[in-house]
């Protein structure tokens, strides 16, 4: 039986993934010029410009003082969140299968459940674990058409350096939720880190270069509502919602990523995109049934 009032964190989870399953058409309309360096540092750069207004504007300048210990916190998870598992994606992808960086990639939603267990000792019953790795086989089908023995494996450096982002993300996730502070003043925090983090990584292995006027919309609407706001609801989420039902919603996401690539690009339809979003559909199903979101 279905709960009779949904928890508030669902609806902040599924605003997350509509968003984040945008990510593939900005990745091809907003990089005519610049570099994954270039637009990592200006999507950091006007989330934190876009948040740190509407905070002013809805708080003005007061806020409650956080410790400074809480402060580093978040910086250093900024950086790990919103720069460095981008990094490690970045090499993953130009040196190894793409489909095999996504897989391992897509590992952090359960990195982030079997983390929650251990730090935040949220319980993991056989049934959440069940629903989790449910959700990501759904993933595996689609991202391999359904061909997963097909995928060539780049090799151990590949795979490890793609596997310790996701875990990278996950530690994000997981530390971010039992965080205390307030949920705007913390995404502001670790958007300061990610800034930070990025233009060191853009003066180290690239250059400055500002978008270009094709780039200007992609790079506005990803660095604004898709990396910007996005995290201020996933963060807000995960305080509501435990970290196996927000798993199995992330889930989705690439559910709908291939609906967008399909409707805009014309991407073929394959048979095993239906049959993995079934399987994802299913897996979140747990999420509707999770009367406490705990």
């Known amino acids: 039986m279905f709960p ?19 990510i593939p058409i900005v990745a091809r309309l907003g990089q005519v010029k610049l570099d994954n360096f270039q637009l990592l540092f200006w999507s950091n750069m006007l989330s934190l410009l876009a948040l740190s207004l509407l ?11 956080t410790s400074k210990k809480e402060f580093i916190q978040g910086l250093f998870l900024g950086s790990l969140g919103c720069c460095i598992y981008y990094l490690l994606l970045y090499y993953g992808y130009a040196n190894g299968n793409s489909i095999e ?3 391992v990639q897509y590992s952090w939603p359960i990195q982030m459940v079997l983390l929650a267990s251990l730090i ?22 689609i991202i391999t058409k359904g061909r997963l023995f097909d995928v060539e494996f780049s090799g151990l450096v590949v795979g490890l350096t793609v ?30 880190g990610g800034t930070i983090a990025s233009l060191l990584a853009l003066l180290l292995f690239s250059e400055v270069q500002l978008p270009s006027k094709k780039e200007l919309l992609p790079v506005f609407f990803n660095g604004i509502f898709i990396n910007g706001f996005s995290y201020l609801l996933w963060i807000l989420a995960l305080r509501k919602i435990s970290a196996v039902s927000a798993a199995v919603m992330i889930f989705l996401t690439p559910l709908f990523s291939t609906i ?35």
């Open 4 to 22: 009779k009032r949904i928890n508030i964190g669902y609806f902040y989870a599924a605003l997350c993934v509509l968003s984040w399953s945008f």
């Open 55 to 65: 905070f002013i504007l809805l708080n003005g300048f007061s806020y409650r003082v």
């Open 120 to 141: 935040l000792k949220e319980p993991l019953s056989l049934i959440k674990l069940f629903s989790v790795i449910l959700g990501f086989l759904g993933i595996v089908v």
């Open 260 to 294: 967008w690539l399909i409707t805009f690009f014309d991407e073929v339809l394959y048979a095993a995109y239906i049959v993995g979003g079934c399987i994802v559909i299913l897996s979140s199903f747990y999420s509707l049934l999770d009367r406490n979101g705990s």
């Open 163 to 192: 596997f310790f982002g996701a875990f990278c993300f996950a530690v994000f996730s997981v530390v971010s939720k039992g965080s205390k502070m307030d949920g705007f003043l913390f995404t502001i925090v670790l958007f300061s």
């Open 101 to 103: 960086v996504l897989l």
